[in-house]
């Protein structure tokens, strides 16, 4: 007999998450996991369909027109809460694997490609001015790095907690990993094409923030303070697609694009200049 679905077993710590998953995505995902707990829906056919959505959104922000925009930016939401969805029913199941975990992030990868490919095409397309390609890559690339700041402290402070075991912090290819399936040790490296050099980029900016410091005690203080976390929380995927949806419905991709490479990266900076300026010395006075 299958267990009874509980929602607060499929949702990650309330603590590290983004405030706009915590209130609205991870409840609205959890309607639907409801509805497939008992079904044979898995969670990788879950992140193929959230993919998927990010990849019709992609294709209608090309089209440029104001409903085209204003349907990408509900399109992006689906993918966003689909993406939770994957998941929270992989946790509720207890279905997770290596290979979904590959999975979502390559996905994730491939729609951002499509979004931010798809609102060039589109800008281009209406203003014919070149430098809206420039714009787009500079806010496909923020978003990814900032993400992967979010993720970087996020799976820190839930290997403190124990509850994230088998997603590393860094993903290098290990012994152990030569014993999972051919589809999965593919994903693992086509992942560490995409991701490897960013989680490098994020141990070093670390590990700059801290001084290096690597006593437990500090390390649990370090990855666990509320403020941190909340301000690295304002750049995770949630918050980030959900700025670009709002700026979609009322057909501002331009303001998006400005708010995406200044005041986002604005917040990351703040973050950083938060653990570096005031948490370290805290901590080192305490």
């Known amino acids: ?27 609205v995902a959890g309607v639907i996991v409801r509805l497939l707990y008992r079904t044979p829906v898995t969670p990788n056919q879950v992140t193929v369909a959230s993919t998927a959505a990010g990849i019709l959104a992609g294709l209608a922000y090309s089209g440029g027109t104001p409903e085209a925009v204003a349907g990408a930016g509900l399109l992006v939401t689906l993918k966003d809460v689909l993406d939770s969805a994957d998941g929270q029913l992989a946790r509720a199941k207890a279905q997770y694997s290596r290979r979904g975990r ?9 729609a951002d490609i499509a979004i931010f490919g798809g609102i060039g095409s589109g800008l281009y ?17 923020g978003i990814t790095l ?10 820190s402070y839930l290997h403190l907690e124990g509850s994230y075991d088998l997603n590393r912090i860094t993903e290098e290819i290990r012994s152990e990993d030569l014993r999972e399936d051919p589809l999965t040790q ?3 490296s086509l992942f560490q094409f995409m991701y490897g050099w960013q989680d490098r980029l994020m141990v070093r ?3 700059a923030c801290r001084s290096r410091r690597s006593d437990r005690e500090f390390l649990q203080r370090w990855y666990s303070d509320r403020l941190a976390l909340r ?7 949630g918050t980030e697609l959900f700025l670009l949806m709002v700026c979609s419905v009322f057909n501002r991709l ?23 300026c005031h948490l370290l010395p805290r901590l080192n006075r305490d």
């Open 1 to 27: 007999m299958v267990n009874p679905y509980r929602y607060e077993a499929s949702v990650k710590s309330r603590v590290s998450d983004e405030l706009i998953n915590t209130y609205v995505l991870r409840p």
């Open 102 to 110: 590959f999975l979502d992030s390559i996905g994730d990868f491939v």
């Open 125 to 141: 397309a209406n203003t014919g001015n070149p430098l809206v390609w420039l714009w787009s890559f500079l806010a496909f690339a």
């Open 146 to 155: 900032r993400v992967s700041h979010h993720v970087f402290y996020q799976t």
């Open 186 to 188: 593919r994903l693992q």
């Open 205 to 207: 900016i670390d590990e």
């Open 231 to 237: 301000l690295s929380g304002l750049v995770g995927f």
């Open 254 to 276: 331009d303001i998006y694009l400005i708010l995406n490479v200044t005041v986002m990266n604005g917040v990351v900076l703040s973050a950083l200049l938060y653990r570096r």
